[in-house]
């Protein structure tokens, strides 16, 4: 039997060359010098983190400012509408978890896509002549941020480009340039209610664009696009054959002089993959339950994209089966009293805000038509002491203790916008705060002028 000693011949701790011998009964043969390996700690953060940029928590993180100690603070800024225990969800939809949890039946691990029952509940619920769903169109993923998510990575290359509102939820710009996909940003229009500048639109869509998103209703503007606007988007989509990503979490929470329209039941050709969830309408946030609704009634999607959902929906398992198994209750139970109760609290909301803030000097509201948001334009002139709206909402904070998120953070300066799930009171309160913040700085055009010459 042959034996075999591989001898090593280093230079110092720190040696960049290795001398190698091997020697096989007696005999010596030299390999050679090799290139040796220092082990050391080379740990550092991946190129998708270094990327993931999240332009809400980068403005807020940086707004290093208290709230007045003498007034309590009223925050309008977080779109949950659980925090204040003025919008409790419906019995109904508590009770349902609470059956499945008890049944013992949902306490395993679901398929990636969900459960095919809970799947063929959320396909029936949507169904309609204009846009037929089946199970199969239908994937659960924990939260509408997720199935946006998925939507995104199974439509877009790094390298390619997407369509997004501005303003518009910073959500989808944090997950594009994680994924090395450019963001191209398309106007939105405040004095004709946020409608898409469809010119606009059209005019950056090249060759690597992936896909439209359209938000509607909207966070943040709180509008409403009519049938006929939608229409208009979707020759541009047909005329251009882009793909729409519709985020449509915050459907059917319309005002009543409104209707809402689900894109899909007006496309006769573009596909579309429509992302939902319980958080907004059923009040429910915390419990993580989204969709993702694929029409394709052309077939353009095919095999290639629906192929493409379920590959990525492995990579990590679906949302809590809790809430999947109570998922046809929550839909089916719930009573047409709980959401109409709701949206009569956001629209009274919402009247009151946009009357209060209308009458002061400075500032244009635009009323909103559905949602849970109002957006507020500052006449920046005439409060020449501010740069910008960022610094008009830190003042706000430090003399008023009231916190409204500056549109900086949806591309669009010079706006802030409001949450309106609050209570009525604390509505009324806030926008008697804000009247006296602007009336304390608000400068007319002489006081400007003179201000702008001190500089």
């Not at 519709?246 to 596909?271: Q, R, W």
Request: hydrophobic share 40%.
């Amino acid at each position: 039997m042959d034996s075999y000693l591989i001898q090593v011949n280093g230079h110092g701790d720190h040696a960049p060359m290795l001398d190698v011998h091997l020697k096989t009964n007696g005999n010596s043969i030299s390999l050679g010098k090799v290139k040796g390996r220092k082990p050391r700690w080379a740990v550092r953060a991946s190129e998708m983190s270094k990327k993931t940029f999240n332009p809400v928590r980068a403005i807020v993180d940086s707004m290093k400012v208290e709230p007045n100690p003498k007034k309590v603070m009223i925050s309008l800024s977080l779109g949950d509408p659980t925090v204040f225990g003025n919008l409790p969800t419906n019995d109904e939809v508590t009770r349902a978890v609470k059956e499945v949890l008890d049944s013992g039946q949902y306490n395993g691990y679901a398929p990636s896509v969900g459960y095919q029952s809970c799947r063929e509940a959320v396909a029936t619920y949507y169904s309609c002549p204009e846009a037929p769903l089946e199970a199969q169109d239908v994937i659960l993923r924990s939260a509408c941020s997720q199935a946006i998510e998925l939507a995104l990575a199974v439509l877009a290359n790094p390298g390619q480009n997407i369509l997004v509102p501005r303003p518009g939820f910073s959500l989808y710009k944090t997950l594009a340039l994680s994924m090395g996909i450019e963001v191209k940003l398309y106007n939105l229009l405040p004095e004709k209610g946020w409608e898409i500048d469809l010119e606009h639109l059209e005019s950056l869509v090249d060759e690597k664009t992936a896909c439209l998103i359209v938000n509607n209703p909207s966070n943040p503007c709180g509008s409403v696009f009519s049938k006929s606007h939608l229409q208009k988007i979707l020759e541009v989509a047909s005329r251009q054959c882009v793909p729409i990503l519709a985020d449509e979490i915050y459907g059917d929470m319309v005002f009543a002089d409104c209707k809402y329209e689900p894109i899909a039941t007006l496309s006769t050709n573009v596909p579309i993959l429509s992302c939902g969830g319980l958080a907004k309408r059923w009040l429910v946030p915390g419990w993580r339950m989204g969709w993702i609704l694929i029409h394709d009634r052309r077939d353009i999607f095919g095999n290639e994209i629906r192929g493409g959902l379920v590959r990525l929906s492995q990579r990590i398992l679906g949302p809590c089966t809790i809430v999947q198994g109570a998922l046809e209750r929550i839909l089916h139970r719930t009573p047409p009293e709980f959401y109409q109760n709701t949206l009569s609290i956001l629209k009274s909301n919402a009247d009151l805000c946009y009357a209060a803030l209308s009458a002061i000097p400075g500032l244009r509201p635009v009323r909103p038509a559905g949602a849970m948001y109002l957006m507020v334009g500052v006449e920046m002139e005439h409060f020449p002491e501010f740069e910008n709206d960022v610094e008009f909402t830190e003042r706000l904070i430090s003399e008023q203790s009231v916190f409204c998120l500056p549109a900086t953070c949806f591309e669009y300066p010079n706006f802030f916008r409001v949450v309106i799930t609050v209570p009525e009171e604390m509505i009324l309160e806030a926008c008697s705060r804000i009247q006296e913040f602007c009336e304390m700085h608000y400068q007319g055009a002489d006081g400007a002028q003179d201000m702008e010459c001190d500089k």
